[in-house]
T-cell receptor, first 118, second 115 residues
Framework: GAVVSQHPSRVICKSGTSVKIECRSL??????MFWYRQFPKKSLMLMAT?????????EQGVEKDKFLINHASLTLSTLTVTSAHPEDSSFYIC??????????????FGPGTRLTVL | AQKVTQAQTEISVVEKEDVTLDCVYETRDTTYYLFWYKQPPSGELVFLIRRNSFDEQNEISGRYSWNFQKSTSSFNFTITASQVVDSAVYFCALSEDTGRRALTFGSGTRLQVQP
């Protein structure tokens, strides 16, 4: 159990286009999902916390108009990179908390989406 | 604010050697959770272990073992008799029990196991 999927796994786009990344919890409900960003050979940095039915909470320095997050249901959160530019190229990873698993704060990670902006 | 430090950027060992990956953390919370993840070249994070702040028992799982020392704020990870398949980047992470409960990751340690 506790499987999280991400789609697409890899995307290449032209500068100026928008890209939507989906994060789904397949066999559990997730009131909270997190979006992380990882540059090559770097650590994962939290971008935002996505709560079902409410606005996302963005970390300092993350542009909310650039990275639109929608958490429309208990199993789906989407991240849209608007007007993408080469500096947005990165590995984006989502995670979801299983609300039935008590206080352990364990998060289940998706396989990641590698975004390349030309 | 919470912080996780993995001072070892890269470690190279020969197969069958034991290797220890260090992790030091900072937090003001009394309740918190520590994690280790493995990230192979594919990029997908593989969960290895979770430890809560009230449980200082060390844990062993096969060739893996973890040493949690609250007195020194450390949560070190040892691989015994390393294998080539252990080559990956390993991340230590911390989650507090309040607020967002997101994970704060260390910078990661790249482990290369040579045959």
């Amino acid at each position: 159990g506790a499987v999280v999927s991400q789609h697409p796994s890899r995307v290449i786009c032209k500068s100026g286009t928008s890209v939507k990344i989906e994060c789904r919890s397949l066999d559990f409900q997730a009131t909270t999902m997190f979006w992380y960003r990882q540059f090559p050979k770097k650590s994962l940095m939290l971008m935002a916390t996505s709560n079902e039915g409410s606005k996302a909470t963005y970390e300092q320095g993350v542009e909310k108009d650039k990275f639109l997050i929608n958490h429309a249901s208990l199993t789906l959160s989407t991240l849209t990179v608007t007007s993408a530019h080469p500096e947005d190229s990165s590995f984006y990873i989502c995670s979801a908390r299983d609300m039935d698993r008590g206080p352990y704060n364990e998060q289940f990670f998706g396989p990641g989406t590698r975004l390349t902006v030309l | 604010a919470q912080k996780v430090t993995q001072a070892q950027t890269e470690i190279s060992v020969v197969e069958k050697e034991d290797v220890t990956l260090d992790c030091v953390y900072e937090t003001r919370d009394t309740t918190y959770y520590l994690f280790w993840y493995k990230q192979p070249p594919s990029g997908e994070l593989v969960f290895l272990i979770r430890r809560n702040s009230f449980d200082e028992q060390n844990e062993i799982s096969g060739r893996y073992s973890w040493n949690f020392q609250k007195s020194t704020s450390s949560f070190n990870f040892t691989i015994t008799a390393s294998q080539v398949v252990d080559s990956a980047v390993y991340f230590c992470a911390l989650s507090e029990d309040t607020g967002r409960r997101a994970l704060t990751f260390g910078s990661g340690t790249r482990l290369q196991v040579q045959p």
